[in-house]
């Protein structure tokens, strides 16, 4: 689980980014995932003011990319970072670097950030070359995400291996924070009462009965015994309430039958 | 890891998106993770066509969108699978179904994978809404991604939980191919061939036909919407000759009540 003083150390860096949606994509997920020191490095700013401007109206992204910085040069933007680390998809080229998975990454950022004295960079490349060697130059460590890569019959790569912008910032952001959140909120289990084995058990017993009434238990005997319908039983209801909803449909199968046979008389 | 043959019988269902782009994301998503089989449900087909043309020339995405197929109707979208599984931004709206955070979700994915007999479908709703109450109402599980949820001082979710459609599919795929899962897993020691969802849709109309022919409709109306009644039926047969006995049960409640209507005459 990251604080927030832990999460406010954190920060994803964009560098080259040319497509302004992308941009809003990264600022989105990182609201999602609980982030929003976000820094964009550019030569010119038109991507990162149009950005803006769509933010404005946009889902989600609107606080992350009010705080945005705009840098020109990548060494200014993780100046004051401790530990910069950068994607790649690998096969791209031939790296200088080890690439490991983001899961062994994100380990490594977790407890990076349990030091109160280091601030944590993560970085994107532009979406038509990723990080150049220039770029990777900067990092300490590098990661990927790991894509499905066939290979063809000579061992070269069947796919040349990419991911969109906005969906890498994603799949990183909730990997850091897959074990955490998971325990910080609670899930809503499930709505109202669960059915109990008191319940699913007086349900076998109606359907013993209905299946009787109706008939069904002297067609298919087999299918009528005791064990084997406990058996559909414990299907029936999730919820107490789905239970009682069973068991009221079951006796009104009953009742209606006894109606009828009652007219006949 | 899964094989290529369980990835076959994986399918992404996307329900109502209205975006081409977010069709397109999506599909990139999927061919990034090593998954092919894309359905999309749409009442008008404009958002597939145009995804289909934009995919021409989009990064990775062609092969998917290829094969994608169009549906009109939910039920027919997933009528072959044998486990659907909606995904929900849960906070939205009260949900009357148990919503599992992904991580949980995927691992049971694979345990349904291994048994070749077995085919998942994951589901994702419209861009603007999710998936509607009736489209939840298919599905026998909801997953969730946990995003970050602060709460104001009052208790009140300080923020709208959504994500990006094509992020969503990323993660969600990503989580499903991501390392580690390998070690824990069983074979599910389920015999006989598994209920599908066609099973099940029979089951929901049969069951709503046995609850007007007993008058339960007319007494309890509010429990025997379709949507109702279409979840109450995903919890009937695990197994296919278990949907087949539910299916002859029902039969014969709507027999005996036609004859005894008759006898009565």
Redesign the interface.
Known sequence: MLTALQRARFTVVLVGARNPQNIG?AA??M????FSDLRVVNEYAAPFEAAQLEAKSA??AAGVMRNAQIFTSLGQAVANCTLVIGTTAIGARELQQTVM?I?QVAEQIHTTLHNPTHRVALLFGSEKTGLTNEQLSHCSALAT????A?LREDGTPA??L???L??SV??CL??L??DG??G??E?????GMPATQEDRERLTQMLLH??QH???TR??PA?ARET?VR??AQ?????HL?AT??M??LK??VK??A???E??L
């Open positions: 994509a989105r997920a609201q999602d995932f609980g889902v989600g998975p899961q995400i790991p894509l499905f066939p796919r040349h990419s991911m969109n906005g969906q994603a799949v909730y990997e924070t897959r959140l998971e910080a909120r899930m809503p289990t499930q709505h209905a299946m109706t008939g069904y067609r298919f299918n084997v058996r559909l299907q029936l209801g999730t919820t789905e909803t069973w009221a449909f009104q199968i209606e039958e109606e009828g046979r007219d006949s």
